[in-house]
């Protein structure tokens, strides 16, 4: 028998050891490798790229050490809970650490160690197969790797950190004790202050957690408080210049409005590609009536999300507490899908969103499992990497190759909003059932 216990735990060292070897060799990569280069000299066929960081985030970091007030005298578009990040790197700089590109993507790399972290403490949580585990931590290591260009470069990693952090601790740490309860709603509101996207989702999280409601709305309101009290008290109404800048916003190139447009122009040849940056929106008639139309879609897709996922939470009133975090996580995914084909703004970083949560959930099957998965990588490959372009010119009359794939983005982003809907957590999670009868 202690031959046998023995064996069992040098094969979860081992296994351990292979995981975190794997990990660092990606992250190696990762960091090693990043959008932006310096131009070598000696090479004449090395370039210098473009990376979020470089070009706006350091320029911003700049302006505020030099004078410049965030909101007040520069209208920035993020959060306030951005700020941290984007500044931090800066101080190390000067501080004679490091300069403030690496400091940058660093940090980042600290949150990613964490979700790893947490992500593999969780699955060994919840005693899944281990054909799973191993699944869902190599769906992690490889679809980020993929999204290495994205990941450590913009502060979506951090946003749906905060939000990973807030579904996974209260597993991790005990889901009973009132400090677990804290520890969600701060993390829960740390992502509002970081991108406000997952304001919305405060309505059903509070309402599937409303059992021990005072308790609940005690450390609701204190987590807003921590997270929320110090910006406010010093920007105040000042906060409503990063509202003003996202409702000026036209459709971001990559998103479903702006695909619309370019299909149907591509038939009528009547609207014109500007040279404004970042988006270089499209202006014309057609334009003009699907940005009305998605002004419309947009609040009333978020709506119907939150009605829908009142009414999954009432349907499922019997769920133990592990099992309300999972559909948490469910409800997660489908805002995030349906804000993805309904925003105006969808840009390629926002695929990293989805990783986290997709690794995190107990899918049923493991047809499920790689179904998602595989739609995943399939997205990633076409939007934050080279590796499937469109071929120049039309397939069939004015239809395009870049409408062709155009479609091929957009196919697998509505099969994945539809399979959120359909997800169905493993029968057991853990020792408890998910639901019990």
Known sequence: MKI???????????????????????RWYI?????????????????IGYSDVKHASERYANMWRYGLTPYREHLYEYPPGAIPLVYLPLVLDQAGIGTYYPNYRFQIFLIDAVIFTCLYVVLKRRKSSP?????????????????????YDGLDLGFIGALTLALSLPIIIGRKTWFSK????IFFWLSTAIKLMTLPLVLPFFWLKRREWRKELVACLLGFVIVWGLPLAAFRSSLSVMLVFHAQRPFNYGSFGKFIIQTIN????????????????????????????????FPIAVLVVLGYSLVLIERKRRLTEEGRLYLLLQIT????????????????????????????????????????????????????????????????????????????????????????????????VGRVAVEQD
């Open 131 to 151: 054909l799973k585990q191993f699944l869902a931590l190599g769906f992690y290591i490889g679809a980020t790797a993929i999204a290495k260009d994205f990941l």
């Open 4 to 26: 046998e216990a023995t064996k069992k735990r040098w094969q979860k060292v081992v296994v351990i050891l292979i995981l975190l070897l794997v990990f660092g060799v990606s």
């Open 182 to 185: 804290l520890f969600f709603w």
């Open 31 to 47: 960091l090693v490798y990043p959008p932006f280069y310096y131009r070598d000299p000696h090479d004449p066929n090395s370039g």
């Open 333 to 428: 995914l489908i805002y995030i899908f349906t804000v993805f084909l309904s925003s105006k703004i969808f840009s390629n970083p926002f695929h990293i969103w989805y990783l986290p949560l997709l690794s995190l959930y107990p899918f049923r099957s493991l047809r499920q499992q790689l179904g998602c998965y595989g739609l995943a990588i399939l997205l990633l490959m076409l939007d934050t990497t080279p590796w499937l372009r469109a071929p120049m010119g039309a397939v069939m009359g004015p239809v395009s190759w870049s409408t062709v794939r155009g479609i091929s983005r957009f196919v697998p982003m509505w099969l994945l909003w539809y399979l959120s809907l359909r997800l169905q957590p493993a029968n057991r």
């Open 266 to 297: 591509e038939f009528t040849d009547t609207e014109e590609q500007t040279d404004i940056l970042p988006h270089y929106p499209m202006v014309g008639p057609v334009s003009t009536a699907v940005t009305r139309v998605f002004a419309w879609i």
